[in-house]
């Protein structure tokens, strides 16, 4: 038997000499920066193990028995495909991330607050087949609102056709807060009544305020849950998702508009009863409302009281819409953005359009987005390619490292490859 | 002198080992729902260091696991200011996580600079019906294709991706390339088979998520096409080509030959070859093969025919990851159309309750704890 030692010290020696011809390698390389100690700040909260003594592929490897089977191999472009990268980032950053000009993959945004519903199966079996459809009149609620939602089930995938049910049990259910689960309990009829449209026409409806039920003070991501019996004793439970402001966090008070560095800046005066951070969303459309032209994100950290934010849609897109002004903006809106889950997001909207100046196409920039970050990536993307097509491979460094459940970083000595 | 000479090794390594202090390169891999790690097969790339995290693939969206470890990851490898550049491997609910955490670094003011693209295996950032839907027991087809519910699967329907999470879908600012399978899921049950894709409405899916998730649409529906679907911005549907020995592209626009077990090794092998020309792929499924009939009604909720399969493990039961059957229900070994709470926890089950007002409320069903719904339900 060999003494585990030895058998401990004879991988650390190749390592070591390994470490010796790299740590010559990274000394003549003037392209690399200084070595730091840690890898990440604290505030990262990721630190590296560095004491050799600590490295123990088997505690750190994420799996004490790892399959191998044959694997296949893959041909693929490498620099080829790496320039294809590069290429489709610039297709893509002709606009910045926070603003771009509409376009079929977009277009859902005119729509933002359309519940993402599908229709599902209700009896599947053969012959019997009816689906069902539980939807609801918007997705975020804000303060004061009510969301009302219906069920129906359909024969044969028929809106027309639809079927008796009962709703044997409806709750708002919570996923998250001190206690997930059922909170406010909910009763769907089909009596034309508060929330129902019509009498008898087999949808069945539900009004609920949110921010005036007690359970729902905190925030908290919540589904409408309804469990459904119909035809012949089949039994589904329904979900719907929505998100609710339980309290007022923020007021947009009044808009205004400008041109700025070429593009559209729509200033929020806006009225904070919460410090935190809060994103901002906005579509701008023709002056008629017909043609979408872009839409318009941001991110600010707001205290309390009356702040200015802007929201800016970026130049480009109205020369490429071909669309002069004014705009018709709408779709105001945002949330209070919590980071550390301590609250589920707080939606809240501005209930009106706005009508911005009568702009030219031709007063914004027509300029590609330029930023430091997109130079960076770019010249991040460009210094690769050049590698590969020389041949050039980095300064040598753990093939695999993992970070634990504390977050400390630990090298990994993966298993060769079997082929 | 040996001593000496072997304390001068240890100390230059010691400096090899902190290497990743110095501004590199990076590949960060981010598990999905069902695994506590990675999967075993990273990308071997000199001058590349494969960036594995140890997570509750299980937890919910909105926790430590997203917005500390997976946050702080790609701060670290991949954030302006770093000098470091980054690829970022997400699987399944890994990219919606991914897309979270990318969502509030840029909202905190870290435009990531150094994040050069992401490639998504079987993506469910879009959700998947499996999560919505119930069998006639109530129990999530999701949780019992999977063999377990877990806490994240709240945040895996269409709805609560598409509309609790809307905010998080249209911002990436890097690459988002993604892929995924055609190959069904049907695992056997005691005298049927259920098999996901009957529950994912025509269209493309690898047994657990549709096309128009893992293709970054950006409108949930039957696709069969990756490429031509209308997508969120920074998306990608990554048809290589990627080929075999065989010279056959292994992810064609109408969806690769896996499932979805099968897709993070593939994806892997599909950085591989972006990085150094060759990659490899285990070509791993999770499907079992079985003559049964698909089952109807209450069948559904049936017990595993092998009752010990979890989805860490390849149905022959050898360990990929790290499981996080200790933190959800399982459904494999047991009945789940009864009154029971084995996957049903956080909701209704038949003629009792598995959420945490039960006990308030009297109702629990009373295999409540069990079924391991005192963790799942945990804030």
């Known amino acids: ?419 | 002198m040996r001593k000496s000479v072997f304390a001068a090794a240890a100390i230059v390594a010691g400096m090899f080992v902190s290497a990743p202090a110095f501004a590199g390169n990076y590949v960060v891999f981010l598990q999905g729902r069902g695994w506590a790690s990675w999967n075993g097969e990273t990308v071997t790339a000199a001058g590349w260091t494969s960036v594995t995290l140890a997570f509750n693939g299980n937890a919910k969206l909105d926790g430590p696991e997203t917005n500390t470890t997976v946050k702080n990851a790609i701060s670290t490898y991949c954030g302006t200011g770093t000098g470091n550049s980054c690829v970022i491997h997400c699987y399944s609910a890994g990219c919606l996580r991914m897309l979270k955490a990318v969502k509030d670094l840029r909202a905190g003011g870290n435009t990531l600079s150094g994040l050069l693209f992401a490639e998504g295996s079987g993506s469910a950032a879009g959700g998947t019906k499996l999560a919505e839907l119930s069998t006639t027991g109530l129990t999530k087809y999701l949780a019992k294709i999977i063999g377990q519910q877990e806490k994240i699967d709240f945040d895996l329907t269409t709805g609560a991706a598409r509309n609790t999470w809307s905010s998080v879908q249209n911002g990436f600012g890097a690459n988002f390339w993604q892929f995924g399978g055609y190959k069904d899921i049907c695992k056997s049950l005691l005298f049927f088979k259920i098999c996901g894709n009957s529950y994912l409405g025509g269209g493309t899916a690898d047994g657990v998520v549709g096309m128009d998730s893992y293709s970054g649409a950006s409108t949930a529906g039957a696709i069969t096409n990756g490429c031509n679907a209308a997508k969120y911005s920074w998306r990608i549907y990554d048809s290589g080509p990627y080929n075999d020995s065989s010279g056959n592209n292994q992810t064609p626009c109408t969806g690769a030959a896996r499932d979805h077990f099968g897709e993070p090794g593939l994806g892997t092998a599909m950085l591989g070859a972006d990085i150094t020309g060759t990659g490899l792929d285990y070509k791993r499924s999770w499907g079992d093969t079985t003559g049964q009939t698909g089952c109807t009604g209450t069948a559904c909720d049936a017990t595993f025919t092998s009752t010990t399969q979890n989805f860490s493990l390849t149905p022959s039961g050898t360990s990929v990851a790290t499981s996080v059957a200790s933190t959800s229900s399982n459904t494999t070994a047991h009945t789940t159309s009864g009154a029971t709470c084995y996957g049903h926890c956080g909701g209704a089950s038949n003629g009792c309750y598995c959420d945490s007002a039960c006990a308030g409320y009297g109702d629990c069903c009373s295999d409540y704890a069990a079924a391991n719904c005192s963790t799942l339900n945990a804030p």
């Open chain 1, 1 to 419: 038997m060999r003494n585990p030692r030895s058998r401990r010290r004879a991988p650390l020696l190749v390592l070591g000499a390994v470490a010796l011809l790299g740590a010559a390698a990274l000394f003549l390389s003037s392209s690399q920066p200084p070595a730091t100690k840690n890898l990440a700040t604290a505030s990262t909260g990721i630190t590296m193990a560095l004491a050799l003594d600590e490295i123990d592929p088997l505690a750190a490897a994420p799996s004490g028995s790892v399959a191998r089977p044959p694997p296949i191999r893959l041909s693929g472009p490498s620099a080829e495909r790496l320039t294809q990268n590069l290429i489709a980032y610039q297709r893509a950053a002709i606009y910045p991330p926070w603003s771009r000009a509409f376009d079929p993959g977009t277009e859902y945004l005119l729509t933002w607050n359309k519940p993402a519903t599908v229709d599902l199966p209700m009896d599947e079996r053969p012959g019997q087949e009816t689906t069902y459809h539980f939807d609801a009149d918007r997705a975020h609620v804000a303060y004061g609102e009510a969301i009302t939602s219906w069920i129906e089930v359909w024969k044969n995938g028929d809106p027309n056709q639809r079927m008796p049910i009962v709703v044997e049990d409806a709750y708002v259910m919570a996923t998250t807060g001190p206690k997930p689960g059922r909170t406010v309990k909910l009763a769907y009829h089909d009596d034309g009544q508060d929330g129902d449209a019509v009498a008898g026409d087999l949808r069945y409806s539900n009004r609920l305020v949110p921010s005036k039920e007690p359970d729902l003070a905190q925030a908290l991501q919540v589904h409408l849950m309804a469990v459904v019996s119909c035809c012949d004793g089949i039994r589904r439970s329904f979900m719907r998702e929505f998100t609710y402001a339980p309290r007022k966090v923020l007021e947009i008070v009044g808009i205004s508009d400008s041109i700025r560095g070429g593009n559209l800046a729509l200033t929020l005066d806006v009225d904070v009863a919460e410090k935190g951070v809060y994103g901002f969303e906005a579509n701008v459309m023709s002056h008629d409302g017909s043609v979408a032209i872009g839409f318009a994100t941001a991110n600010q950290t707001l205290g309390t009281g009356r702040a200015k934010v802007d929201v800016i849609f970026f130049g480009r897109m109205f020369g490429e819409k071909g669309i002069d002004g004014p705009y018709l903006v709408r779709d105001i809106r945002g949330e209070r953005v919590f980071m550390d889950g301590e609250e589920h997001n707080i939606p809240f909207t501005y209930p009106s359009t706005y009508t911005t100046r009568a702009y030219r196409r031709a007063d914004f920039s027509s300029d590609e987005w330029n930023s430091p970050e997109k130079t960076d990536k770019i010249a991040r993307m460009k210094k690769l390619i050049a590698d590969a097509n020389a041949g050039r491979t980095g300064p040598p460094v753990p093939s695999h490292i993992h970070i634990d459940e504390n977050g400390v970083a630990r090298p990994v000595n993966d298993p060769p490859a079997a082929e």
